[in-house]
Structures are given as structure tokens and as C-alpha cells.
Nanobody, 124 residues
Framework: QVQLVESGGGVVQPGGSLRLSCVGS????????MAWVRQGPGMGLEWVSG????????NYAGFAKGRFTVSRDNAKNTLYLEMNNLQPTDTAVYYC?????????????????RGQGTQVTVSS
């Protein structure tokens, strides 16, 4: 059974930083593309960033470019999202998502599984 457990969320002031982690279990982590998606208050699901199975190919939504960095450690079955210069508009529940293939196209939310999410709140 696929399990994805996110952590690292919290409350941060505008301009601050957070590092999210997602540990996968119940499946072989390395062959699959992964991504971060988010859902803000009253909003739909929004794709944030994706990374291919090997970790060398990444892509980002426009709002994330230059501020967020996605990475993975396949030896630790862990996906990361480093977020800098956070703004109130980044307030959302952040989820990690597993795809069926080794590559994820920008903006695609047709993932197989996602975790329970971690709350990120940006407020002064």
C-alpha cells in the first residue's frame, strides 16, 4: 500500500523559508516521478513542481520559479521542497504526489497517489 507522509509545514512570516519533506513507503520509490501540489483556502488543487525519477529533471509552476527548489533522495525514499521568500499567497496545504511514470509534465495533476498534506501558513 502506497504511503506518502509529508512534514515540515508551519507558520512563517512573509519572506521566510521552509523545507518540506515527503517520505514514501509501501512501494519502490526510485522509478517514479514525484511532484508537489497545493490547495489554498477555498481553492482547487494547484500543481507546484515536479521531478523525474532520477532527480535530474525538474519543472516548476510560474509562481514557484526562482523561489522553490524540488529535489529527491532515492536512497532515503524522500522528496523535498525548499521554499524561499514565501508570501501570503503561498498559504496552502502542500501535498506530495506519486505518478505512474518516470517523468511528469508541467502542470499535470493526474497522479496516482498523494499524501495527507502539511499546512503552510505565511502571515505577519
Amino acid at each position: 500500500q502506497v504511503q506518502l507522509v509529508e512534514s515540515g509545514g508551519g507558520v512563517v512570516q512573509p519572506g521566510g523559508s521552509l523545507r518540506l519533506s515527503c517520505v514514501g513507503s509501501g512501494f519502490t520509490f526510485s522509478p517514479y516521478a514525484m511532484a508537489w501540489v497545493r490547495q489554498g483556502p477555498g481553492m482547487g488543487l494547484e500543481w507546484v513542481s515536479g521531478i523525474n525519477s532520477g532527480g535530474w529533471r525538474t519543472n516548476y509552476a510560474g509562481f514557484a520559479k526562482g523561489r522553490f527548489t524540488v529535489s529527491r533522495d532515492n536512497a532515503k525514499n524522500t522528496l523535498y521542497l525548499e521554499m524561499n521568500n514565501l508570501q501570503p499567497t503561498d498559504t496552502a496545504v502542500y501535498y506530495c504526489a506519486k505518478y505512474s511514470g518516470s517523468y511528469v509534465e508541467e502542470g499535470k495533476v493526474d497522479f496516482d497517489d498523494r499524501g495527507q498534506g502539511t499546512q503552510v501558513t505565511v502571515s505577519s
